[in-house]
């Protein structure tokens, strides 16, 4: 047009306002698409297990740190799996501590509003720790009332990439602290373990009183005497009548 190489702005898909993406075609990258899209993966979410992907049952659901469900036998035996073979996952879960147990129903709702959070459209919590653990409340309800109406931790369900990096830079310095401590703690009880043997005074045995000692000596006089009358020596067979009187003190048999 110019003389430039450039391109005659005649055909439809050069001209302005029109489009022939696929965004424009498909609505793909629209706002309303993308919605959906977040509704639609907060269901799938909320029934279906993370791990192996089947449908979760009632009273057998867990929740990870970043808002993601399990069934609780699939993510033990992953655990386990993983303790065994010294494998590492990138997932939050550390142990079985770093789970909470949601308080799951195909009619789940909020327990604050009754509005029903199982078709995904509205974006939740559960409820990590306090009286109402497991139970879910919607994000709706906590900006409108103030976090303090929960009485324990929030855990949001699917959380984004920006939230989840947050928390798990959350989660990595509370377990590194967690370490440290336990390793402090181990090496003041194995100082104080050492200071305290060199401390301990070692057991000097009492002498004996003089009652324990008369005690003694009477009931080793009692047993010889005892044991003269079984004796089988010759010596034995020659005491006399008077001699084995004295030791017997007389008594009859």
């Given at each position: 047009?110019?003389?430039?190489?450039?391109?005659?702005?005649?055909?439809?898909?050069?001209?302005?306002?029109?489009?022939?993406?696929?965004?424009?075609?498909?609505?793909?990258?629209?706002?309303?698409?993308?919605?959906?899209?977040?509704?639609?993966?907060?269901?799938?979410?909320?029934?279906?297990?993370?791990?192996?992907?089947?449908?979760?049952?009632?009273?057998?659901?867990?929740?990870?740190?970043?808002?993601?469900?399990?069934?609780?036998?699939?993510?033990?035996?992953?655990?386990?799996?993983?303790?065994?073979?010294?494998?590492?996952r990138d997932w939050p879960i550390a142990s079985l501590s770093d789970l909470t147990t949601v308080s799951w129903s195909p009619t789940m709702s909020c327990y604050l509003t009754g509005s029903s959070v199982m078709t995904g459209?509205?974006?939740?919590?559960?409820?990590?720790?306090?009286?109402?653990?497991?139970?879910?409340?919607?994000?709706?309800?906590?900006?409108?009332?103030?976090?303090?109406?929960?009485?324990g931790k929030l855990i949001k369900v699917m959380a984004d990439e920006e939230e989840s990096k947050v928390i798990m830079d959350k989660l990595e310095e509370e377990r590194r602290a967690k370490r440290e401590k336990k390793e402090?703690?181990?090496?003041?009880?194995?100082?104080?373990?050492?200071?305290?043997?060199?401390?301990?005074?070692?057991?000097?045995?009492?002498?004996?009183?003089?009652?324990?000692?008369?005690?003694?000596?009477?009931?080793?006089?009692?047993?010889?005497?005892?044991?003269?009358?079984?004796?089988?020596?010759?010596?034995?067979?020659?005491?006399?009548?008077?001699?084995?009187?004295?030791?017997?003190?007389?008594?009859?048999?």
């Amino acid at each position: 047009m110019g003389g430039d190489g450039g391109v005659i702005a005649v055909n439809r898909k050069y001209m302005r306002g029109t489009s022939t993406s696929l965004e424009a075609k498909t609505g793909r990258g629209s706002a309303s698409h993308k919605v959906k899209s977040t509704v639609e993966e907060r269901k799938e979410c909320m029934t279906t297990c993370k791990l192996t992907g089947v449908q979760l049952k009632e009273g057998e659901v867990k929740c990870d740190p970043l808002g993601r469900f399990y069934d609780s036998s699939a993510v033990v035996e992953e655990l386990l799996r993983l303790r065994q073979t010294g494998e590492t996952r990138d997932w939050p879960i550390a142990s079985l501590s770093d789970l909470t147990t949601v308080s799951w129903s195909p009619t789940m709702s909020c327990y604050l509003t009754g509005s029903s959070v199982m078709t995904g459209s509205i974006p939740c919590y559960v409820v990590g720790s306090g009286p109402q653990s497991g139970s879910c409340i919607t994000v709706q309800a906590v900006k409108e009332m103030g976090e303090e109406i929960v009485e324990g931790k929030l855990i949001k369900v699917m959380a984004d990439e920006e939230e989840s990096k947050v928390i798990m830079d959350k989660l990595e310095e509370e377990r590194r602290a967690k370490r440290e401590k336990k390793e402090k703690k181990k090496k003041k009880r194995e100082k104080d373990g050492g200071a305290e043997e060199e401390r301990k005074p070692k057991k000097i045995k009492a002498a004996p009183t003089q009652a324990q000692a008369a005690k003694k000596d009477a009931t080793k006089g009692m047993s010889a005497n005892v044991a003269s009358m079984f004796h089988s020596s010759e010596d034995s067979k020659k005491q006399n009548a008077n001699e084995l009187f004295a030791q017997t003190g007389g008594r009859r048999f």
